[in-house]
């Protein structure tokens, strides 16, 4: 069984077009997140939810909304997608919110052409 | 937040040589974790150090933490094509920060 899985794999769509992923885990962990590794690698974290409720959202422009609907999902939405929004999105989990060690999803691909 | 450099940022290796990547902080570190992420794929936790100058290996896997935990090291032995991949150093104060990464390419 997938620890981490999220949806879709890959991602292709229009500029301005509005597009989900989803991410589950199956860890019984507390602490959720979205991180965002552009195509030179860099890895930055997005948001952190723990318990459904967000604790960390680092200064992400509001078209990206994450929803929690209980601690095992954790979902993003992203609103009027823009060029520089194709990257790879990691939704990752950890065993509580010390930023303990994490588990990484297979990633998802965004490209927005 | 913390921040960690990591160099070099590309690592050309021949098949069976040696070779270190570094993370640096300008800060005193509580702990310091290593993930490596093959091509195509996502990072995978290696290891937590914790205590000054602590040691660990796995197998031909060397990590280092610093006596005043400001920086960390990955020494890899006798390079195999199965090591290529990219490796991060990961930091936390409230979040985990990622080192910039080293991507390690292997000359067969």
């Known amino acids: 069984d997938t620890a981490v899985s999220q949806t879709p794999k890959y991602l292709v769509t229009q500029m301005g077009n509005d597009k989900s992923i989803k991410c589950e885990q199956n860890?019984?962990?507390?602490?959720m997140y979205w991180y965002k590794q552009d195509s030179k690698k860099f890895l930055k974290i997005m948001f952190s939810y723990n318990n459904k409720e967000l604790i960390i959202n680092e200064t992400v422009p509001n078209r990206f909304s994450p929803k929690s609907p209980d601690k095992a999902h954790l979902n993003l939405h992203i609103n009027s997608l823009e060029l520089g929004d194709s990257a790879v999105y990691f939704c990752a989990s950890s065993q509580d919110q010390g930023a303990n060690v994490l588990t990484f999803g297979a990633g998802s691909r965004l490209t927005v052409l | 937040g913390q921040q960690v450099m990591q160099i070099p940022q590309y690592q050309h290796v021949q098949e069976g040589e040696d070779f270190t990547t570094y993370c640096n902080s300008s800060?005193?570190?509580?702990?310091i974790q290593w993930y490596k992420q093959r091509p195509g794929g996502h990072p995978v936790f290696l290891i937590q150090l914790v205590k000054s100058g602590e040691v660990k290996k796995q197998k031909r896997l060397t990590f280092q933490f610093g006596e005043a935990k400001k920086n960390s090291s990955l020494h890899i032995t006798a390079t195999q094509t199965t090591d290529v991949g990219t490796y991060f150093c990961?930091?936390?104060?409230?979040?985990?920060?990622f080192g910039a990464g080293t991507t390690v390419t292997v000359r067969a």
């Open positions: 990961a930091v936390n104060d409230y979040k985990l920060s």
């Open positions: 800060t005193t570190l509580s702990n």
């Open positions: 860890l019984g962990h507390d602490t």
